[in-house]
């Protein structure tokens, strides 16, 4: 039996050397989190909220302590000059890992897959910030979308009645598309599309958006991807509404991930972070956290509710008037400062309500059970600090259009081209782009605007004249210095006609017309 002692001749074995406390307890703790924040940095206003933001991801990590191991906070900035920098966020310091040119086409992809692979984490989670419009690329002015050059106008202004895109895609509109691509300074309103390309083994738990109106249909469903494979992203936390450049409270969200350690699941995550609306007058107005995995369901409910309403408005047996009932529903649906971005939760009550066609009416109250189904609901948590009962996830439509009046008020346009909507994957499963840019409809709608905005110039000129010179005046309206009433000069009676209202023969002047002898 051989001797269970050490050999003398052999070395001793090497003691090892004592760790130091903070790296002997961070070793207790297992990486959960994995925060990874894309900073579109290009506009000038956001050079000050950056700095801003930057203190706030740093301050937890530096308070927590050892604790901090629980989150690998990584951030890439994307700089006006066309230069991406990231970085790792620890507690004492920054460590810079790259610097190289932004490429617009892949930077949010690059990032993202280069992230995953080499910290690997158990729950990750990505946070867009920046200037963004949802899905369109900027406000509007209060104008409807005329085309100059169309056949026939020699470049100039057509006439109201001519207001309609006769060319539903020209091929200016496709040059302008492809130009956009050719972009040098990435934003966040045109990067985030790149998620719908991340690799099956690339899973986010949660995509935040600290931009504008990008709780949308439109958004969720390019977040799915190509349809027929999982999807990689989980949930969706975006505001319907605008949001301020102060943004999200990133202190409170890194709080959350240390303090709740293991028991953190993404759902509950989420939930903290909506939670941040309405703490302060620079947090956010409205978040709302979606489930992306479920949103097949909610577009197979769409389609049918889409088709009835492609029906109801272009059939060809369709009754007078139905046409202005849908119509009206799209006007009255509510809406967060831009004019066409509808909530889609009240734009099915509407439609459930007045509507008279019980396809429609069925298939806008399956849209809402699916919305707001009790046991596994599309839409997670939501809360709105606006005076408006929104829903949460909005749908883009053409068809509204906010006047000179409500552009002085702070409402705005997001014109979509309709060929670059028809590449969406919302517009490719239905036929909601057939429906919102049939001709016809946009003849319609505009005529609308031109009566609604000629409405607003009468009421302002009204509003006008009783307010200069009128407040105060105690003589009646007419000639200056005259104390008789309006009227004729010494005429006793009423302003009217003569005798009463009733005619004489002129011929001599007998008893009135009509009138019978019975004497």
Request: with cysteine; hydrophobic share 40%.
């Amino acid at each position: 039996m051989a001797d269970a002692r050490p050999s003398a001749d052999l070395p001793p074995e090497p003691v090892a050397p004592e760790a130091p406390p903070d790296e002997a307890a961070a070793s207790s703790y297992r990486r959960q989190w994995l925060l990874m924040v894309y900073m579109a940095a290009a506009a000038p206003n956001l050079q000050e909220p950056l700095g801003l933001d930057l203190e706030e991801l740093m301050r937890p990590l530096r308070d927590m302590g050892v604790k901090s191991s629980l989150v690998t906070v990584v951030v890439q900035v994307d700089t006006p000059t066309g230069v991406s920098k990231r970085f790792r966020l620890r507690r004492r310091r920054a460590v810079r890992l790259m610097v190289k040119p932004t490429k617009v086409d892949t930077t949010l992809l690059n990032f993202v897959e280069g992230s995953i692979k080499k910290y690997r984490p158990r729950y990750s989670a990505l946070v867009i910030w920046g200037h963004a419009s949802g899905i369109g690329r900027g406000f509007d002015p209060a104008a409807p979308f005329i085309r100059k050059g169309d056949p026939g106008q020699q470049g100039e202004e057509p006439l109201v009645d001519d207001m309609v895109a006769r060319t539903p895609c020209p091929d200016d509109v496709r040059k302008r598309s492809k130009d956009v691509k050719k972009r040098t300074v990435a934003s966040a309103g045109t990067v985030w599309g790149q998620l719908g390309q991340l690799p099956a083994d690339c899973v986010l738990d949660i995509v935040g958006f600290d931009a504008c109106f990008m709780a949308s249909v439109e958004v969720v469903s390019e977040l799915r991807g190509s349809l027929g494979r999982t999807s990689p992203v989980h949930y969706m936390l975006a505001p319907q509404g605008d949001i301020g450049l102060e943004g999200w409270h990133y202190d409170l969200m890194l709080d959350q991930i240390v303090a709740g350690r293991a028991r953190l699941t993404p759902v509950k995550l989420g939930m903290a972070v909506v939670e941040q609306v309405g703490l302060s007058r620079s947090s956010p107005e409205t978040l709302s956290l979606i489930e992306v995995r479920r949103v097949d369901e909610l577009l197979d409910a769409l389609c049918l509710l889409i088709k009835a309403l492609d029906h109801f408005y272009r059939g060809a047996y369709r009754e007078p008037g139905f046409r202005r009932l849908l119509e009206d529903a799209v006007h009255a649906a509510l809406w967060a400062r831009v004019r066409q971005f509808l909530d889609l939760a009240d734009l099915c009550r509407v439609l459930a309500s007045r509507v008279p066609d019980c396809r429609i009416r069925t298939a806008a109250r399956d849209v809402l059970a699916i919305l707001d189904r009790a046991d596994r609901p599309f839409i997670v948590d939501h809360v709105c600090a606006l005076d408006l009962p929104l829903g949460g996830l909005s749908i883009y439509s053409p068809w509204p259009r906010a006047t000179s009046v409500e552009f002085a008020d702070g409402v705005r346009n997001i014109q979509v081209d309709e060929c670059e909507y028809e590449e969406l994957l919302f517009a490719k499963k239905t036929l909601w782009t057939k429906l919102m840019y049939y001709p016809d409809a946009i003849a319609s709608t505009e005529r609308r605007w031109v009566r609604r905005e000629v409405r607003d110039k009468v009421d302002e000129t009204r509003d006008w004249l009783d307010w200069s010179g009128r407040a105060g005046d105690p003589k009646a309206p007419g000639r200056a210095g005259d104390p008789k009433a309006p009227g004729r000069a010494g005429d006793p009676k009423a302003p009217g006609r003569g005798g009463g209202g009733r005619f004489r023969n002129e011929k001599d002047d007998g008893p009135l017309l009509g009138s019978e002898d019975h004497s």
